[in-house]
């Protein structure tokens, strides 16, 4: 074989390599492109009434029965339903979306039970308006579901969370003028409500109770929400909760009550309320730190029988007063530090049979006492009132002194002397 052939036979080889090459590439990216997930299924609603073809309950029944992925794509502008839906129980998940924003559903006919009973996992809701239900608008039983840029009004409860839901994404929503926006029963894990508005709702805009703890340590946090004009902004009891970074405004009772322990308030911004601001009762551990309150009736923070609680960095103004600390466990004391408290109406402080720990707080320009000490009556015996002091600048003209610094709980000066002993 000459040398020219020998050239040619090499050439051609490699050719044919590198085409089997190319054709093996092009199969592989093929086979792992994405597209497509078998089973999935893509169901309009283009009627507005309540049973029959191109119904959102027809459509319900598809996604059901569905292989794979469900997509409700919600193309009237108005449902009006007569009877309750089927419940959502896709295991592959059922994604309900408005392809206008606002589409309404009007559940005004419904007697009883939820709008939307969501029991399969990996479900998601966006865009979509649910209105004048007389039970719940959104009962969430299963893991993995999103409510996105939807509106749930004139309800009794929004959305109810129940104990096995986790893994909960609640963001940019509108819930008003229900009776409660959002409730949970129990901690939740991975859960999130996030930059939510809730609007005159009746009792409270997130209700987040349990009878008792439990143990779990799942939180949920519920950050840069805005609650305006609710009967509160935040309840919660024995449920570990984080609020943090949320504006509450106008609230009719506590803006934020805490009732048993596991509550972080953090950074909060409370304004305007007819009674207080924040108020714990028997919230061991509580958390209540940085927040801005300003132009309550009463109170700005109550603290009551909350062993171990912390009180730290918060700054009040124009209030009727600034804070009450009752009834505390002078062996797991509440510990008070760098708050700062500007005019109250009338008292800075009051001590009223507790014995907490406050350092570094400063109280200005009070119209009544900096700091007032009471002992409490208490089944026929009067609870003694003696905090520890430290540092602290109880003085109208906001100087601090050498004696506020070195002031410990066997010195009082005759601003916090019990009202017993200043007659």
């Known amino acids: 074989m000459s040398t020219k052939q020998r050239i040619a036979v090499a050439l051609g080889v490699f050719v044919l390599l590198g085409a089997l090459a190319f054709l093996g590439w092009s199969y592989e990216t093929k086979r792992a492109a994405p597209g497509p997930a078998a089973g999935a299924v893509t169901v309009d609603v283009t009627s507005p009434g309540d049973s029959g073809p191109g119904t959102l309950r027809e459509a319900l029944f598809i996604a059901a029965a569905a292989k794979g992925q469900a997509n409700v794509v919600i193309r009237t502008k108005t449902i009006t339903l007569q009877a309750g839906l089927p419940p959502l129980v896709n295991a592959h998940g059922v994604r309900i979306v408005a392809a206008q924003p606002g589409a309404e559903i009007d559940a005004r006919a419904l007697t009883a039970g939820p709008v939307l009973d969501v029991v399969g996992d990996n479900t998601s809701i966006e865009g979509v308006a649910l209105r004048n239900c007389s039970g719940t608008a959104?009962?969430?039983?299963?893991?993995?579901?999103?409510?996105?840029?939807?509106?749930?009004?004139?309800?009794?409860?929004?959305?109810?969370?129940?104990?096995?839901?986790?893994?909960?994404?609640?963001?940019?929503?509108?819930?008003?003028?229900?009776r409660i926006g959002v409730r949970f029963g129990a901690p939740s894990r991975n859960t999130v409500v996030v930059g939510n508005s809730f609007l005159q709702d009746k009792d409270a805009g997130l209700w987040a109770v349990r009878g008792s703890a439990d143990g779990r340590a799942d939180t949920i946090t519920v950050r840069d929400n805005h609650f305006s004009a609710n009967g509160s902004g935040v309840v919660t009891g024995n449920v570990s909760l984080l609020v943090e970074r949320n504006e509450v405004a106008s609230s009719r009772d506590a803006a934020i009550h805490l009732i048993g322990g596991g509550a972080v308030i953090r950074?909060?911004?409370?304004?305007?309320?007819?009674?207080?601001?924040?108020?714990?009762?028997?919230?061991?551990?509580?958390?209540?730190?940085?927040?801005?309150?300003?132009?309550?009736?009463?109170?700005?923070?109550?603290?009551?029988?909350?062993?171990?609680?912390?009180?730290?960095?918060?700054?009040i103004h124009s209030c009727g007063y600034g804070m009450a600390l009752v009834l505390g466990d002078p062996r797991k004391p509440i510990t008070v530090v760098g708050n700062t408290i500007i005019e109250p109406k009338f008292d800075g402080i009051d001590v009223m049979g507790d014995s907490p720990i406050l350092r570094h707080n400063q109280v200005l320009r009070p119209h009544n006492l900096a700091l007032h000490v009471l002992d409490y009556p208490l089944g026929g015996e009067n609870v003694t009132a003696r905090p520890f002091l430290e540092g602290n600048n109880f003085r109208a003209n906001a100087l601090q002194t050498a004696e506020d610094l070195q002031m410990g709980d066997r010195q009082m000066s005759a601003a916090v002397q019990p009202a017993t002993q200043r007659q």
């Open 138 to 178: 959104i009962l969430l039983r299963a893991a993995h579901f999103h409510l996105q840029s939807s509106a749930v009004e004139s309800c009794d409860v929004g959305v109810d969370v129940m104990d096995n839901a986790s893994d909960v994404l609640l963001e940019h929503n509108r819930f008003a003028s229900d």
């Open 267 to 315: 950074g909060n911004q409370i304004r305007g309320g007819a009674t207080m601001g924040i108020v714990a009762e028997y919230a061991g551990e509580a958390v209540i730190d940085g927040n801005e309150l300003e132009q309550f009736a009463t109170y700005a923070i109550m603290v009551r029988g909350s062993p171990n609680a912390l009180v730290r960095g918060n700054r």
